[in-house]
């Protein structure tokens, strides 16, 4: 009921940036919280960052807190991730993710987009 496309993903240098955006479409109204996650070559799939409906609350990994920053445009159907000062142990297919659910903070996340590569060089 909901899709969800990542876009700019992209070869950086350590210290450097990206940011990340995730459109949906679809029922939006379904897509409450949203999150991003991101998942290494042999790796699990590891939380990175989530931000509520309206904004107002957010959680972050504590490998990224202070480097990035989510944030959504509800106008635009659209949640963000901005990565600052980047490290080579960030690179990674970044998938952003959505859910319905009205429990704070998701446990559970209902759709999935298809992921974007990003690689941090040294």
């Known amino acids: 009921q909901v899709q969800l496309v990542e876009s700019g993903g992209g070869l950086v240098q350590a210290g450097g940036s990206l940011r990340l955006s995730c459109a949906a479409s679809?029922?939006?109204?379904?897509?409450?919280?949203m999150g991003w996650f991101r998942q290494a070559p042999g790796l699990e799939r590891e939380f990175v960052a989530v931000?509520?409906?309206?904004?107002?609350?957010?959680n972050y990994a504590d490998s990224v807190k202070g480097r990035f920053t989510i944030s959504r445009d509800n106008a635009k159907n659209t949640v963000y991730l901005q990565m600052n000062s980047l490290k080579p142990e960030d690179t990674a297919v970044y998938y952003c993710a959505a859910t319905p659910r009205a429990r704070w903070p998701p446990q559970l996340y209902d759709y999935w987009g298809q992921g974007t590569q990003v690689t941090v060089s040294s």
């Open positions: 679809g029922r939006t109204f379904s897509s409450r919280a």
């Open positions: 931000i509520s409906w309206g904004g107002g609350s957010t």
